[in-house]
């Protein structure tokens, strides 16, 4: 069955390190989009890629980078993992820009 | 923000009783979705409902949109236990891009 994952599921980091999220999806799912969901907060949107060589920043892309390279995968880097960046991390793909999204099960990135 | 608004924030219900959850919005939309996030878990889709849709069932569940109103609501039927979990409405307006609620948290008591 299609899937799309995320690893690692939890990561303790210090502050200034650069980290990389891990997403990988087997849909062929042209759009993967990257949220952060804090509490009080909901989802927010961080970048999102539309295809292949495709990024776009979203509402909170300060502090963090993508790239995509490839239809299955869109890592999330932290470029100097910040304490305001602790959250839970979700990737998403959709296949089309209206049709609903398939997320993993998250990341839990705590930063100390 | 805008970021959308559900109600109530929590829900805590018996099991066979019905939960009804109502998320308000502030712009013209193209859809709106309902997902439902499980403890420790990513969000699942439940049900998407067009702009010129009024209403859509889907096995328990029921969503009803008033684009006068910017309002949507969801109605779960004779709940279970495994239905205690966060929902989430989700809608894409004009950009196109999706804008999440705040979540209510319904617990479904055995």
């Known amino acids: 069955d299609a899937e799309i994952t995320q690893s690692p599921r939890h990561k303790i980091t210090e502050t200034g390190r650069q980290v990389t999220l891990a997403c990988h999806q087997t849909w062929n799912h042209n759009n993967m989009f990257w949220y952060r969901q804090d509490l009080g907060h909901g989802l927010r949107l961080i970048h999102y890629s539309y295809g292949v060589q495709d990024t776009n920043k979203g509402e909170v892309s300060d502090g963090y980078s993508v790239s995509r390279s490839n239809t299955e995968d869109l890592p999330l880097t932290l470029e100097s993992a910040a304490s305001s960046q602790t959250s839970v991390y979700f990737c998403a793909s959709s296949p089309t820009r209206n049709s609903p999204l398939h997320f993993g099960n998250g990341t839990r990135l705590t930063v100390t | 923000s805008q970021q959308g608004e559900e109600d109530p924030q929590a829900l805590s219900i018996q099991e066979g009783e019905n939960a009804t959850m109502n998320c308000s919005y502030k712009?013209?939309?193209?859809?709106l979705q309902w997902y439902r996030q499980n403890s420790g878990r990513g969000l699942v889709h439940l049900i998407l409902i067009r702009s010129n849709e009024r209403e859509k069932h889907s096995g328990r569940l029921r969503v009803t949109l008033d684009t006068s109103k910017k309002s949507s609501s969801l109605l779960i039927t004779a709940s279970r236990a495994a239905d205690t979990a966060s929902y989430f409405c989700v809608y894409s307006g004009s950009a196109r891009q999706l804008t999440f609620g705040s979540g209510t948290q319904l617990t479904v008591l055995p």
């Open positions: 712009t013209s939309i193209n859809n």
